[in-house]
């Protein structure tokens, strides 16, 4: 059945709202980013863009076999509400929902803000921004309400803390620099969300690993 074409200019719309996410930067000013002195930083777009191809590449190695397409929309759209709330710090105090890796109540500040932003940003594309909140809705309830988790939540929840500590190495590997601090709540994070399947934790070994190579002396 073919598509009205009436919600083709809310689609154009939306895809400049989209140019946000090229400019939004990931981890500059953040705690435990202090020392870094790089000219340039990666974006929110360039971090979906990667937890996609991992998604493309890391789901033949799944024990359970998910919906890819399902997952590649919710990698695309899960950071979308970070044009309103930016974002925050995993790890350390930044704002009132940094740190909110490892404290409940950071979470549920972070929580309380995104998924309003996803109602706000999503609304804009009618039918199609329904369905977009539904994959948002579903991504972040992988840690919000993990008894309604799903195995395409819980993926793309997982890559999501992967390409994050892919991202660290990257940008840490020539002055092999990571303080052991960060590096041991990153491994622990990203292993968290793993765990559940033996192929991702196997990635997650190696990511760990390599890692490990550059933790500063």
């Known amino acids: 059945m073919e598509k009205d074409l009436k919600d083709l200019p809310k689609i154009l719309e939306f895809s400049h709202l989209l140019f946000g996410l090229k400019n939004l930067l990931r981890f500059k000013g953040m705690p435990y980013w202090e020392d870094a002195d790089w000219m340039r930083w990666d974006s929110v777009a360039e971090h979906s863009y990667r937890m996609a191809m991992l998604a493309v590449m890391l789901e033949p190695y799944l024990q359970k076999r998910v919906d890819l397409l399902k997952v590649l929309k919710m990698v695309l759209i899960h950071d979308v509400v970070e044009l309103t709330t930016s974002d925050y710090s995993p790890m350390g105090e930044n704002r009132d929902a940094g740190g909110h890796a490892f404290s409940d109540k950071a979470f549920a500040t972070k929580y309380e803000r995104e998924t309003a932003a996803a109602r706000y940003i999503f609304d804009k ?67 968290e969300w793993c765990e559940y399947d033996s192929g991702l934790l196997a990635f997650c070994d190696l990511v760990a690993s390599e890692g490990l190579g550059i933790v500063k002396k």
Not at 137 to 160: H, M, Q, V, W
């Open 125 to 191: 594309l009618g039918e199609l921004g329904d369905e977009f909140e539904k994959l948002f809705i579903e991504y972040i309830n992988t840690k919000a309400r993990p008894e309604c988790a799903t195995s395409e939540g819980k993926f793309a929840y997982a890559l999501d803390k992967i390409e994050a500590v892919i991202q660290i190495v990257d940008y840490r590997s020539v002055k092999k620099n990571w303080s052991k601090e960060h590096y041991g709540k990153s491994i622990v994070y990203m292993r």
